[in-house]
């Protein structure tokens, strides 16, 4: 448990400690925010002032948050996996006595902690800003968006761990990443909310993982008071988490390298 | 015309070099264009469920992510180190080209093939021949419209990068690259103010999407010309501000291949 605790905290000090890479995700983030929301806005006033019940101001505060979730992290954080199985790098890691896949996830989570704080707080002023002054349309459902988040990042962070260790039995698993983000950003509700699906891909999105990642904390910032959006999220981090240390298990018996 | 035959010999080793692992090649085209794909179905899915806004529809954003692909596949993907200049300058990989009797900008463009965006270039081509309602007239003023649209992008990147020389920090240059092919993806009328003038000066992502487009559907004289004028000073911004950086560059002399 220590091993884990000096691996996140380790990771959060390196990460606060590269102000260049912060200010990129923060102007990234920003850039995103302005754009994507500026989107939805003129789509809702386009569209009698909602759209699929969402106000322009709650699409503001869904966006800046849905984005929040998904910047703070790696991005090619599942290349970068498949990169160290492929190229055998891992293998130095499996001398360790701790959990390969824990001390992982336990480092991306320090990883993206102060990313997250960052962006989170930036984006409650940038969705402020941008929605004219209007607060969060519900600031209790805002509340439990915070540890939302967290589970969001640590749900994304456990699937992209057994998504990526197919690279111990295919090695070139790099491009998969792109595959998977799609996912976060149509059936996770990144881009748009999961309602404006068609109703079929809806409950479909609904069944999948990815909305665990950047849904359920936007549509609770969005102003929507629903705590078992949380139970939701924990049940897929348990099942993903069992899955990525199952994965790697057997990946790491079947692992040959040579030389070193 | 010796310079220009040894840089289009580089460009053809790095072609080859980037052919050689035809599994990787094929996956990574492959991949951009499950991404690419991924947009249409999250604008197609936009448009279905708000309908037009501001005299925009899915058909009119086809077509701007015809022109967008093909132009930022065309730039990222044979001249890959357009996105790179930054990092190349910061981390001091430019001792290589810099001795060669080419010239350093030209050859550091054509140097890298980056396979992914190839996926881009032929996505864009395809999206243009099955969505752009192609004519023969169309079909010209869309690749003209590429051409240009590359070379702003190309500038816009390049003098991006060099702010590295002086700052020491490529921090601009990723924010520029990020920045730009996020705004250009997008329907400029959605913006308005200070952000629509933005997309027309600073960052130009306007001209690199959102006006070939236009002109393809309404072609304008003045609008075109006005088009070719940004590119020819992105361009020269580009070129000038590289050149200007170079006399900054300094390096441990690791020789590296940029």
Same mark, same amino acid.
């Given at each position: 448990m220590k091993a884990f605790r000096v691996a996140v905290v380790t990771a959060a000090q390196r990460v606060l400690a590269e102000r260049g890479g912060l200010l990129v995700s923060l102007g990234f983030y920003l850039a995103v925010v302005s754009v994507v929301t500026s989107l939805w806005r003129a789509a809702a006033g386009a569209h009698g002032g909602t759209v699929v019940g969402y106000s322009a101001v709650a699409l503001t505060w869904y966006i800046a948050t849905s984005e929040a979730a998904t910047v703070s992290l790696n991005i090619r954080l599942i290349e970068d996996i498949g990169n160290d199985i492929a190229s055998g790098t891992i293998v130095a890691e499996l001398l360790r006595p701790a959990s390969v896949v824990g001390i992982r996830v336990a480092s991306e989570v320090g990883r993206a902690l102060p990313r997250l704080a960052i962006l989170s707080l930036s984006g409650a002023v940038a969705a402020f800003l941008l929605s004219g !002054?209007? !607060?969060?349309?519900d600031p209790a459902a805002l509340l439990l968006a915070m540890p939302a988040l967290v589970l969001a990042i640590a749900v994304n962070l456990v699937a992209q761990h057994a998504f990526a260790g197919v690279a111990f039995w295919? $090695?070139?698993? $790099?491009?998969?990443w792109f595959l998977y983000q799609k996912f976060v950003f149509i059936a996770g509700g990144m881009l748009l909310p999961i309602e404006v699906l068609p109703h079929g891909i809806e409950r479909a999105a609904r069944l999948l993982p990815f909305m665990a990642m950047a849904y359920a904390p936007a549509r609770l910032a969005s102003g929507h008071f629903e705590p078992t959006l949380l139970l939701v999220q924990a049940g897929w981090l348990a099942v993903l988490g069992a899955i990525a240390v199952a994965v790697f298990a057997a990946g790491e018996r079947r692992l040959q390298v040579v030389g070193g | 015309m010796t310079a220009a035959r040894a840089l289009a010999g580089t460009q053809r080793a790095a072609m080859a070099e980037a052919w050689a692992n035809r599994r990787g090649f094929w996956t990574q085209v492959i991949a951009m264009v499950v991404n690419d794909v991924a947009w249409i179905a999250f604008w197609v899915l936009f448009f279905h469920r708000v309908g037009a806004i501001r005299g925009w529809d899915s058909s009119k954003v086809l077509l701007l992510l015809a022109v967008l692909t093909t132009s930022a596949g065309l730039v990222l993907g044979m001249l890959g180190n357009a996105r790179r200049i930054g990092r190349l300058a910061v981390e001091g990989d430019l001792d290589a080209a810099l001795a060669l009797p080419v010239p350093p900008l030209a050859y550091l463009l054509v140097r890298r093939i980056d396979t992914t965006n190839l996926g881009d270039l032929a996505f864009g081509i395809v999206l243009f021949a099955v969505a752009g309602h192609p004519t023969p007239l169309r079909t010209l003023v869309f690749a003209a419209a590429v051409v240009v649209a590359a070379t702003i992008l190309t500038g816009f990147l390049v003098a991006a990068g060099s702010v590295a020389f002086f700052a020491g920090r490529n921090e601009a240059g990723e924010l520029g690259f990020h920045a730009m092919l996020m705004f250009a993806s997008y329907p400029v009328d959605v913006f308005s103010g200070a952000a629509k003038a933005l997309l027309y000066t600073v960052v130009p992502a306007a001209f690199v999407s959102a006006v070939p487009a236009r002109l393809i559907d309404h072609f304008d004289g003045r609008l075109a010309a006005t088009l070719v004028g940004v590119a020819a000073l992105f361009a020269f911004g580009g070129w000038a501000l590289f050149t200007a950086g170079l006399r900054r560059y300094t390096s441990g002399a690791v020789w590296t291949r940029a």
């Open positions: !002054g209007h !607060g969060p349309p295919i $090695r070139d698993a $790099r491009s998969t | -």
